[in-house]
């Protein structure tokens, strides 16, 4: 670990590893932050799930999670600097634990029915772990860079569109993004920034038989990166 943060500091902040050209054709960055759900709810629902342990009585459920870390994993390429356009394949992963669960109607687990209209929190709902979900999103981004004249400050907009991998759910979904944000320049060819997406899943299937309606959700990342 120690070797791999000796690695990335000189990788990214040595002057003496970079050419001069400031705009170059390749990008990589690296970002750090939190992923923010904010409408996480599922359709209403009455049966058993597929495994039979669990039975919903016209149960819909409003999810909240504690907000998690995101990881979030960049290579891109200018494609016309005339333009200022660029596009990416990004990679982000967060996991996301249970803080409450409140709604209308119940389910019961292992004889034991649990009112969700009582706002259960995490200590509180049986099976609690089956609503944890690792995110997984790998998604092709395309930017719009708005260039400062002998400025080192750069805004940026951008969309996003991929797939969601949602550990507790039955199919990968469509997850589509608004992106907003800047890069600072460092050096001739390293940078950090700032990066808001505000992201929207296709309702998918958790495992237990449960239908999300579509979840939105913010990423709030800092990043850094270096073209090359």
Known sequence: MTRFLLFFLIFFTSPLAFAQDLKKDNYIEIGFGFLVPSDVST????????SG???????????????????????????????????????TLSKAKLKRIYGTGSYTYNGIT????????????????????????????????FNQLNLNFTPFIGLGIGLADIEDTKDKEM????????NYDLYDATYIGGKFLYNT?????NNDGLKYEDIDFQTWLLHIGRRF
């Open 201 to 205: 899943v296709s309702g998918p299937t």
């Open 114 to 145: 649990y009112n969700i209209s009582d706002s259960l929190d995490r200590s509180e709902a049986n099976n609690a772990e089956s609503f944890d979900n690792n995110f997984k999103i790998l998604s092709a981004n395309l930017y719009k860079d």
């Open 175 to 182: 997850v589509s993004s608004l992106i907003v944000g800047f």
């Open 43 to 50: 359709e209403p629902f009455t049966g058993t799930s597929p």
């Open 53 to 91: 342990d669990i039975t919903y009585n016209n149960l819909r459920g409003n999810i909240e999670y504690d907000n998690p870390i995101a990881w979030s994993f960049e290579y891109g390429r200018y494609f016309n600097k005339d333009l200022s356009l660029r596009a990416g394949l990004n990679y």
